[in-house]
């Protein structure tokens, strides 16, 4: 399955960069995680419970920022795994300034298997890009409230 | 294979479904046919609490005419709206739609309301509701009130139904004067999800041109999808414009890729099976044969 898409961030590449590799951050963002332990420079374990209405699960799972570049590109390597099956991706990330803020372009793989995949088959993409929507809405909610905090 | 545990309830009204409901405070489901939620459980997709099963509840399966609307109570299978001479001349685009769901066992014990509840956007009963724009009543802590399809379905599997309300009936309009309707869907085998469904209803001025259309597309976004590009084309430039509304639908979805079928597949087949569904709902409302 393919993750791709842009999202424009009201930040510059080096704040975004900041934000996407705060730990604190990461954990308030990522839909459904309910713990994020640092694993190491850049690497996470978490849990998580992700689903869509009844159908949800819980996964523990293996965050990994690798190939750093900072501030333009770097990969995400998720790996999750639960009683209803597996998630494993590389996404490669890059940011570009562009004006004020910064232009995120992602383009990877993912690849979701047992019995979710089995049964959900009609509806993972679909769900995907959902989850990638709301951790989205949810990094700009934090760019939002930076100034405050600081 | 066997669900996980969860606690059982079996109330004997809707007020009751409706309290156990706000009492397990969000991890409670509402069975009723169950040929969605019971394989769910089986599989442990779902692993609910407690299943509140509504089955009990006597006089909730009638269908039955108010005003200018078709009411269909919670319990009623689809095989009794198949089946419901009301049905079929009032709204003949559901009863269209209903004889394709499944298998004969699945409607046979399957209901409507139970259908529209857990939208699956491929689902046909969803589409049905979106293309006419019908009501859920739904019973909650305040009462009951009416919600409009087009407010009803929010995304995949998930409706506008707070945790501590429960369906009670579905109401759809009954067919207009000089109306046609058509329910077309594509499947690879008898019986299975469609890859893409279409529902339509065309209302005809006597003079031949087109005074409403109505078109929902299945199985190509995360609720069923009203097509309302193609239905503007229709009105503003009547029948001949059947290309321009086929385009018009193929330009406004933005379908998912999965193992059945890739995005640009149900583009095409959304756009051959609307051009079909138009034709015959705009032969049917001439009244002749489709």
């Known amino acids: ?150 | 294979m066997k669900p996980a545990p969860f606690a059982y309830a079996a109330p004997a009204s809707f007020a009751e479904a409706q309290r156990l409901l706000a009492e397990a405070g969000g991890d409670a489901k509402v069975l009723a046919g169950g040929q969605s939620l019971v394989p769910l459980l089986n599989m442990r997709l779902a692993r609910p609490d407690l299943i509140v099963d509504i089955n009990r509840i006597e006089g909730a399966a009638t269908i039955t005419e108010d005003g200018g609307r078709v009411r269909i109570e919670a319990l009623a299978r689809h095989h009794m709206a198949e089946s419901s001479p009301l049905v079929t001349s009032k709204v003949p685009l559901l009863a269209e739609a209903v004889a394709q769901i499944g298998h004969v066992d699945i409607r046979n014990r399957g209901t409507l309301v139970g259908s529209v509840a857990h939208a699956d956007p491929v689902a046909e009963i969803p589409a049905v509701m979106t293309a006419l724009n019908g009501e859920v009543e739904v019973l909650g802590s305040q009462g009951s009130r009416l919600v409009p399809a087009s407010e009803f379905f929010v995304t995949y599997l998930t409706t506008a139904l707070a945790p501590d309300e429960v369906a009670t009936a579905i109401l759809l309009p009954a067919l207009p004067p000089m109306t046609g309707t058509a329910f077309v869907e594509f499947a690879r085998r008898h019986g299975d999800f469609a890859i893409v469904g279409v529902a339509c209803q065309i209302s005809l001025h006597p003079d031949g041109g087109i005074r409403e259309a109505r078109i929902a597309l299945a199985g190509v976004s995360d609720t069923p999808f009203r097509a309302r590009g193609a239905e503007v084309e229709l009105v503003s430039r009547g029948l001949g414009a059947v290309p321009e509304a086929v385009a018009a639908v193929r330009e406004e979805i933005d379908p998912e890729s999965d193992i059945h079928a890739p995005a640009d597949y149900r583009r095409h087949l959304a756009g051959v099976l609307a051009k079909r569904a138009i034709h015959v709902a705009a032969r049917r409302a001439r009244g002749e044969a489709a």
């Open chain 1, 1 to 150: 399955m393919d993750v791709k898409g842009q999202e424009s961030l009201p930040a510059s590449p080096g704040e975004a960069w900041d934000l996407l590799n705060d730990p604190a951050v990461l954990a308030a963002c990522i839909p459904g995680c309910k713990a994020l332990h640092p694993e190491g420079k850049g690497a996470y374990r978490m849990e998580l419970e992700i689903g869509i209405a009844a159908v949800k699960g819980r996964y523990q799972g293996h965050v990994e920022i690798r190939d750093p570049l900072a501030p333009t590109a770097y990969t995400l390597h998720i790996e999750a795994q639960g009683a209803q099956g597996f998630l494993a991706a590389d996404i490669p990330i890059r940011l570009e300034g562009r004006g004020e803020g910064t232009v995120l372009t992602y383009d990877g793989t993912a690849e979701v298997g047992g019995l979710i995949a089995g049964v959900g088959q009609r509806m993972i993409a679909g769900v995907a890009r959902i989850i990638t929507r709301q951790f989205f809405d949810a990094l700009a909610r934090q760019i939002a409230a930076r100034p405050a905090s600081t």
